[in-house]
């Protein structure tokens, strides 16, 4: 099995003293890619060195709702398209709207998340979207933005409602879903698995959160996205062999820029 954590945070500080332990265990579980997420364009440069470490490891560019404004500044859209064309640089984001952790600067995290839509659509790269209490919202901006000029793009660490995921579907989004499919109170969210079509899923660990079962309330990391693998492939009724091709032709379908080389398995550890 060939396995690909489409969101991870190999950047943070929680990996500053083992990462290349991390990636040789994401390897021997059978994770042979691995896109590490940007949060702030300030910290970019540490994702850009990791993916020229790590062969199996690309990255996107953009900044966490949670981090617009203060010392972030604006989001420039300028300083996100200059970075498209690296060609480790497989997606935009994260980006989207965040109202549990501070719904206060709601107005800014929607003009950031439209720089990204924008940039996305300039690019050609997906955009990876974090949605957390904001499901009408999101809803309502996706299909006004889609209709308006189209952008391919993943609702990341999906929980939100059956509406939100059946109006990302009908758009032609992708859902992305993490170790909280493990959880034992993930009723609500195995409802929704359930009615994403096959072609349409993907899965990740968002590490060094969101340990799945049953490393929960340890430090997350790539290898154990197999846990939630196994999950999924469970609750859609199919092999965890068949289950992984799937969601690795998804991947490739939503971040082309990840089969440019098609290596999979060469790490270039340093």
Same mark, same amino acid.
């Given at each position: 099995?060939?396995?690909?954590?489409?969101?991870?945070?190999? /950047?943070?500080?929680?990996?500053?003293? !083992?990462?290349?332990?991390?990636?040789?265990?994401?390897?021997?579980?059978?994770?042979?890619?691995?896109?590490?997420? &940007?949060?702030?364009?300030?910290?970019?440069?540490?994702?850009?060195?990791?993916?020229?470490?790590?062969?199996?490891? &690309?990255?996107?560019?953009? %900044?966490? #709702?949670?981090?617009?404004?203060?010392?972030?500044?604006?989001?420039?859209?300028? !300083?996100?398209?200059?970075?498209?064309?690296?060609?480790? %640089?497989?997606?935009?984001?994260?980006?989207?709207? !965040?109202?549990?952790?501070?719904?206060?600067?709601?107005?800014?995290?929607? /003009?950031?998340?439209?720089?990204?839509?924008?940039?996305?659509?300039? &690019?050609?790269? @997906?955009?990876?979207?974090?949605?957390?209490?904001? !499901?009408?919202?999101?809803?309502?901006?996706?299909? *006004?933005?889609?209709?308006? $000029?189209?952008?391919?793009?993943?609702?990341?660490?999906?929980?939100?409602?059956?509406?939100?995921?059946?109006?990302?579907?009908?758009?032609?989004?992708?859902?992305?879903?993490?170790?909280?499919?493990?959880?034992?109170?993930? $009723?609500?969210?195995? =409802? %929704?698995?359930?009615?994403? #079509?096959?072609?349409?899923?993907?899965?990740?660990?968002?590490?060094?959160?969101?340990?799945?079962?049953?490393? *929960?309330?340890? $430090?997350?990391?790539?290898?154990?996205?197999?846990?939630?693998?196994?999950?999924?492939? /469970?609750?859609?009724?199919?092999?965890?062999?068949?289950? =992984?091709?799937?969601? $690795?032709?998804?991947?490739?379908?939503?971040? @082309?820029?990840?089969?440019?080389?098609?290596?999979? &398995?060469?790490?270039?550890?340093?």
């Amino acid at each position: 099995m060939n396995l690909i954590d489409t969101h991870c945070h190999l /950047d943070f500080e929680d990996f500053s003293e !083992d990462l290349n332990a991390i990636i040789k265990r994401a390897q021997s579980a059978g994770v042979d890619k691995m896109i590490t997420i &940007s949060t702030r364009m300030s910290k970019l440069s540490n994702l850009l060195k990791i993916t020229d470490t790590y062969e199996c490891v &690309s990255c996107s560019v953009g %900044v966490h #709702p949670c981090e617009v404004g203060g010392e972030e500044g604006d989001v420039n859209i300028e !300083d996100i398209l200059i970075h498209a064309d690296n060609p480790k %640089v497989v997606g935009i984001g994260e980006t989207g709207l !965040d109202y549990f952790h501070d719904a206060t600067n709601s107005k800014a995290q929607l /003009d950031s998340f439209m720089v990204h839509i924008d940039a996305a659509r300039k &690019s050609k790269l @997906p955009v990876i979207i974090h949605s957390r209490n904001a !499901d009408d919202d999101m809803a309502f901006i996706l299909e *006004r933005e889609i209709k308006n $000029r189209s952008f391919n793009g993943v609702l990341h660490c999906f929980t939100g409602s059956m509406a939100l995921a059946e109006k990302a579907i009908e758009l032609g989004l992708y859902i992305s879903i993490s170790g909280i499919i493990t959880f034992k109170n993930a $009723r609500e969210l195995i =409802a %929704v698995v359930e009615r994403v #079509p096959l072609n349409r899923l993907l899965i990740e660990t968002d590490a060094p959160y969101l340990a799945p079962t049953p490393f *929960r309330g340890k $430090r997350n990391e790539p290898a154990y996205v197999t846990h939630t693998h196994k999950k999924l492939a /469970d609750i859609k009724k199919t092999s965890v062999e068949d289950f =992984a091709k799937i969601t $690795r032709e998804n991947s490739f379908r939503l971040f @082309p820029k990840l089969n440019q080389d098609n290596q999979g &398995s060469k790490l270039g550890l340093s």
